[in-house]
């Protein structure tokens, strides 16, 4: 027992140097301690194997330690050092090695625990998962999203709740409603209950909560009393000075040092020659630097134009192949989404027969959107190729918060040692008269997403030659699917007197050129606009014989710049048009963007669906939405 007491006193000797260092000005940013609840990390994180999993909060490093004993590293991470575990990048809050994941953000990392349980689930492995959460969070939809989807797949993974009665500065009877074990129970979870306080017992229950969660792969909930000592942060404590001096009489490490004061001080001197020698070498260590973490992408490309083939195949089946294709051939990918089992297939039947085919791996989930999208990110973090089918691009927005403050972030905060490669794929679009929540163009929103490849598919580019490309690849992905272009056919009836070409863009770009023609304007969109630009490519030349050129994107982001400068360096006239509203939207970024990249000077237009709700009645959604018409006048306005 004194090697556990050995441990949690080094912990908190760690503890205490850290506010101690950040008084003195050595640490940026902000520090959670774990005093007082030491024995939560050594109790679970500290008897799990180096093969399980881990996933902790903002009050991260007693769980790191217990499970890495990478003193060193999380030392040096705080010092702001490159020698730290994620090089000085994450610092407090944001750490990983091996398989030991830590974010600050509340709620979100009980479904990446999630998805990482289901990989190991999926691969026949014998690890389970650990997420360690507050009672704080228990204010998360998202955890409850999560906690019904792990008891339904019965997934290995152990939920603790370390219960401290108070949140920042909110106590737990003012936040949290009823019994923390009964809302566990009642999705059906295994709940064990301990405290801190008593070591002997909670070293024994937490072993019995580890085990049922491994031999029987099912989750499980710990409810787990604890005390905190310290304040949230670095900051004050609005607690009474008597409420904190109760903690500290019941505190197994007080009352360890009162029994046992020679044994206590022996260890605790042993603790402070060791991470004292840490703290001076951490002291002298380097900084990471800034070439070190900002590595940017160059997509300058020498571009080629190919011939396009006619094709007269449905660009909904020939999703539905690929992913058939994907799942035969590849044993990591993984299809997640509403409704997507067989029969029904989804609700644009992309998935069609395929849980038939691949049973194991195609999977059907509630009306969880934040969940799934951070399932998702779980399973990539465990070495799964997922593919998330969000069922209209409108329920994006539900996604938000795993997109934004953990996929994006993943690979950078972790300095470059993961890689997610998330795909969420959606149809988004109007003119089926689904009116204001299910028709919207929200991609505006989507290429402001760090990290990710944003991409639209279109009726020219093949979906199946797209899709394998983002197969290949190690970054997160966006597909925005054009709800009208499913039951469109690839490229078929083509304007006679104009040439089709695709290019050798990563996500190949395509363009429609007027052939022994001079062209006057470059159009650039992108997704399902194409056929509206090819009315308007024959209406211009029977009203007008104006000729044009038509860039049709691949990539939202990155965006193929080259090719469209190549075009604007002769119209000096630029039309963007997308089917998303105007403000803040795609042509902004392409018109600025253009402008700081490009030598000669060029007129600009931007057409775009009008900044309103669209509404369901079709006289007023073709109205509304971006149309043959808008584009029309556009490019006589411009000329």
Request: glycine share 8%; hydrophobic share 35%.
């Amino acid at each position: 027992m004194n090697e556990i007491y050995e441990e949690a006193i080094k912990i908190r000797y760690v503890e205490d140097s850290f506010l101690e260092l950040f008084k003195e000005g050595k640490i940026n940013g902000t520090v959670h301690t774990c005093i007082g609840q030491e024995f939560s990390a050594l109790a679970f994180a500290g008897q799990i194997n180096d093969s399980d999993s881990v996933f902790s909060n903002h009050r991260c490093h007693g769980h790191f330690l217990a499970y890495t004993k990478n003193y060193y590293g999380l030392i040096a991470e705080l010092l702001g050092k490159k020698t730290g575990v994620c090089g000085g990048i994450g610092s407090s809050q944001h750490l990983h090695e091996k398989n030991f994941y830590s974010n600050g953000i509340q709620g979100g990392i009980v479904p990446l625990a999630a998805g990482f349980a289901l990989g190991n689930k999926l691969s026949n492995t014998n690890n389970i998962t650990l997420c360690f959460i507050g009672d704080g969070t228990l204010g998360q939809g998202v955890v409850y999203e999560t906690l019904n989807i792990i008891s339904k797949w019965n997934l290995p993974l152990l939920v603790i709740c370390e219960n401290n009665g108070i949140a920042q500065t909110t106590p737990i009877n003012e936040a949290v409603s009823g019994s923390i074990s009964k809302r566990a129970e009642s999705f059906g979870v295994k709940v064990f209950e301990g405290n801190t306080n008593d070591p002997d017992s909670l070293l024994e229950l937490s072993k019995e909560a580890i085990e049922f969660v491994r031999t029987e792969i099912k989750p499980a909930f710990f409810n787990l009393t604890t005390n905190r000592l310290k304040a949230h942060s670095k900051g004050d404590d609005t607690r009474s000075d008597e409420e904190v001096a109760d903690y500290e009489s019941e505190d197994p490490l007080n009352i360890f040092k009162s029994r046992n004061s020679a044994e206590h001080d022996r260890l605790l001197n042993k603790s402070k020659a060791e991470i004292n020698q840490i703290i001076k070498i951490s002291l002298g260590d380097v900084d990471l630097e800034y070439e070190d973490y900002v590595i940017s992408d160059d997509f300058h490309y020498d571009i080629n134009w190919i011939e396009l083939e006619e094709s007269n195949e449905k660009i909904g089946k020939l999703i539905n192949r690929f992913f058939h294709q994907e799942l035969k051939e590849n044993r990591s990918a993984v299809f997640i989404g509403e409704d997507v089992l067989s029969p029904y297939g989804g609700a644009f039947k992309i998935s069609e027969n395929l849980s038939a085919s691949f049973p194991d791996r195609v999977f059907s989930t509630p009306i969880s959107e934040a969940a799934i999208t951070g399932i998702s990110n779980g399973l990539s973090l465990n070495g799964f190729k997922p593919y998330l089918e969000i069922m209209f691009g409108d329920f994006v927005t539900l996604c938000m918060d795993q997109l934004i403050n953990h996929t994006s972030k993943f690979k950078h905060m972790y300095n470059h040692q993961v890689f997610p490669n998330l795909v969420l794929r959606t149809p988004m679009g109007g003119h089926r008269g689904y009116g204001p929540t299910h028709s919207q163009s929200l991609e505006k929103f989507l290429i402001g997403l760090d990290e990710f490849h944003v991409i639209a598919l279109n009726k020219l580019v093949s979906p199946v030659e797209i899709y394998r490309i983002i197969a290949s690849t190690n970054s997160p992905t966006i597909v925005i699917e054009n709800k009208i272009d499913y039951g469109r056919n690839m490229q078929s009836n083509p304007v006679s007197f104009y040439r089709y070409a695709k290019n050798n863009f990563k996500f190949p770009t395509a363009k429609i050129s007027p052939i022994n023609q001079n062209s006057k304007v470059t159009l650039v969109t992108y997704g399902g606009c194409v056929d509206y630009c090819e009315e308007v490519l024959i209406r211009l030349f029977e009203e007008d014989e104006i000729f044009i050129d038509v860039i049709i994107l691949s990539s939202l982001r990155p965006f193929d710049f080259d090719a469209i400068i190549e075009s604007l360096d002769e119209t000096r006239h630029l039309l963007t048009v997308e089917e998303s509203s105007g403000y803040s939207g795609i042509g902004s970024e392409v018109v600025a963007s253009l402008k700081e990249k490009m030598v000669h000077d060029f007129k600009s237009l931007r057409v775009a669906s009008d900044d309103v709700p669209i509404p369901s009645c079709r006289n007023l959604e073709d109205k509304v939405l971006v149309n043959a018409d808008k584009i029309y006048r556009g490019i006589k306005i411009l000329l």
